[in-house]
């Protein structure tokens, strides 16, 4: 059963029909009250009046009955006064209500020798009439007196008045009745059933929902209980999301890390075994070019084979650089002379192609704890990869202080990395130029070295229409990974 109904029947129902109860009660009360006042002031003026008119009925009287009768009508409300005789046949009467009795009933009150009063109705009249016997000093009943009083006051109204009591309490009732429950349906059953909707779409998974805190005071604190507590989950969920996505990022970067360990022990094997030919060849084949029976033709092609073996020294050298283990030195560094120094490695690539850098860093310049060098170094194949790319004109590096964080960005204005490999971009060997014009390998050494001073790197679409990557460094020792 809804609250609402369950008020009623146990709170307003009881109620009301205590009230109808005790008014009817209170409205049969009065009206037996009036009646019996009533009866009791007709008893009264009929006692009064038998005792004045007892000398007026005996044959030796010298007072007249006329006179003494008219002297009833002195009294309030008295419409008629008559006397009878023994036999019930009228003597002298004056006013309405005469033939109210029989004469049988007349004679019955001279029988019984005691007041008679009771309620009639006459020619449409209604009259509360009394009989009492007229007697004389020694006893000898001679008549009966009868004395009618009109029912025209409030006595004839009590019904009529009980009828109308009940009505306007049944509208009364129904009006209170009315206002209890639209006063229930606005201020309690409107705002539980806002609540219990945002509750179901809570149930659905719509953690964003949030209750309205408005109404009574006691549900605005509800409300803002409920939203306090959908807050707090709501902070718990991100702080369990954000615990997940941390552990995800480390074990992706301890799967890296195992990864280029192993590659790093198998880059020391093959340096190991490859070392020693290798020399052989470089050493042979500038021998062979520092003789004067070859010819320039022979002397490009031992030329080549000199650069390509340098190349397979360079490329095993950066594969056991990123499986070995480093210790950082740090020092505090101000980031505008990192980018800097950066900038200056790559000019002579960017001018040739007309390509602008933008450097756009928060004042003051940010200082932090980093290895120059390294950082200089993953500047530089920042810069050297974006400025490689096709049909860019433009290069943004851009930094911005949070907290204990620094977040670098480096964006261009090229083609751009597809999004399907911007899981593979930090993978060894992983490259998108053509074959002999990368090794694959320098994206891996900046990932490297990010992960070496504490922080995180991740590729973007960036706003500029090209790629984007993202360094997140701590500003201190003490700051979070």
């Not at 008295?78 to 006013?95: N, S």
């Not at 192609?353 to 170094?377: D, Y």
């Amino acid at each position: 059963m809804r609250l609402r109904n369950l008020i009623i029947l146990t709170v307003i129902v009881p109620l009301f029909v205590s009230l109808v109860v005790f008014s009817l009660v209170a409205i049969k009360s009065l009206e037996d009250n009036v009646r019996s006042k009533l009866q009791t002031e007709v008893d009264i003026i009929t006692r009064a009046l038998s005792s004045s008119l007892s000398y007026a009925v005996t044959p030796d009287s010298d007072t007249p009955l006329e006179e003494a009768l008219q002297s009833a009508f002195s009294f309030h409300r008295i419409y008629g006064a008559y006397v009878f005789d023994t036999e019930g046949r009228e003597i002298y009467g004056l006013g309405l209500g005469k033939a109210i009795f029989s004469r049988e009933e007349i004679q019955q009150v001279i029988e019984r020798d005691n007041l008679y009063s009771n309620y009639r109705q006459h020619e449409g009249w209604n009259y509360y009439s009394a009989l009492a016997p007229l007697r004389s000093q020694d006893g000898t009943v001679y008549g009966v007196l009868q004395v009618n009083r009109l029912n025209t006051g409030i006595e004839n109204y009590t019904g009529f008045i009980s009828i109308v009591a009940v009505l306007v309490f049944v509208v009364g009732a129904a009006g209170i009745v009315f206002s209890i429950w639209w006063g229930f349906r606005r201020y309690i059953e409107r705002p539980l059933e806002r609540l219990l909707q945002v509750m179901l779409l809570v149930e659905d998974g719509d953690r964003s929902q949030r209750a309205a805190e408005d109404g009574p005071t006691e549900y605005r604190l509800l409300a803002s209980g409920l939203n306090g507590m959908l807050d707090a989950m709501a902070e718990k969920d991100s702080e369990i999301e954000d615990r997940q996505r941390r552990e995800i990022e480390l074990e992706k970067r301890l799967r890296k890390s195992k990864k280029l360990a192993e590659l790093g022990v198998l880059a020391a094997g093959v340096a190991h075994e490859i070392g020693a030919p290798l020399t052989v060849i470089n050493g042979q084949a500038q021998r062979l070019a520092r003789r004067d029976v070859i010819g320039d033709d022979e002397r490009a092609r031992l030329g080549r084979i000199r650069g390509e073996v340098e190349r397979i020294v360079d490329i095993v050298r950066q594969l056991m650089e990123l499986g070995r283990q480093h210790n950082v030195e740090k020092d505090e560094l101000a980031l505008d002379q990192l980018i800097n120094s950066a900038s200056e490695l790559v000019e002579e690539e960017l001018e040739p192609r007309n390509i602008r850098l933008a450097i756009e860093l928060p004042t003051p310049t940010p200082h932090l704890l980093a290895n120059g060098q390294q950082l200089v170094q993953v500047l530089t194949n920042l810069l050297r990869n974006a400025a490689q790319a096709p049909s860019v004109s433009r290069i943004r590096v851009r930094a911005q202080r949070h907290e204990h964080e620094l977040l670098l960005w480096v964006e261009d204005n090229g083609t751009g990395i597809p999004s399907a490999h911007h899981h593979h971009v930090f993978d060894p060997f992983f490259t998108t130029k053509p074959v002999g014009q990368g090794s694959g390998l320098g994206l891996s050494m900046v990932h490297r070295i990010i992960n070496d001073h504490g922080g995180t790197i991740g590729v973007f679409d960036s706003a500029l229409g090209g790629a984007g990557f993202e360094i997140t460094l701590p500003l201190c020792e003490t700051a979070p990974a």
